[in-house]
Nanobody, 117 residues
């Protein structure tokens, strides 16, 4: 069983930066498909960034160029660096992991990110 423990998040003004971290236990970290998802108020959850076991990344168009997903296989930790934050980025952010590429089986507990104008 894979377990995900998130940290980071909080409140920031527009244009600021935040970094989210997700410590992963269980499973073989280097083989996992990993992602960050968010749920904005009143909306469905969307995947904003994903990183495959081979390091290939994908981003939601709305965050491309502002967010950077990365993984540290030695520390078994997933990161999301969020720069040039906008009020529209306000959401609960979740880290996620999957045993197979592009499939999510496990979720973190979620963390609130609030961006004020």
């Amino acid at each position: 069983q894979v377990q995900l423990e998130q940290s980071g998040g909080g409140s920031v003004q527009a244009g600021g930066s935040l970094r989210l971290s997700c410590a992963v236990s269980g499973g073989t970290f280097s083989n996992l498909f990993l992602a960050w998802s968010r749920r904005r108020p009143g909306e469905e959850r969307d995947v904003v960034a994903a990183i495959r076991a081979n390091g290939r990344t994908n981003y939601l168009e709305a965050v491309r160029g502002r967010f950077t997903i990365s993984r540290d296989n030695a520390k078994k930790t997933l990161y999301l660096q969020m720069d040039s934050l906008e009020p529209e980025d306000t959401a609960v952010y979740y880290c996620a992991a999957g045993i197979e590429t592009d499939r999510i089986n496990f979720w973190g507990q979620g963390t609130q990110v609030t961006v004020s104008s």
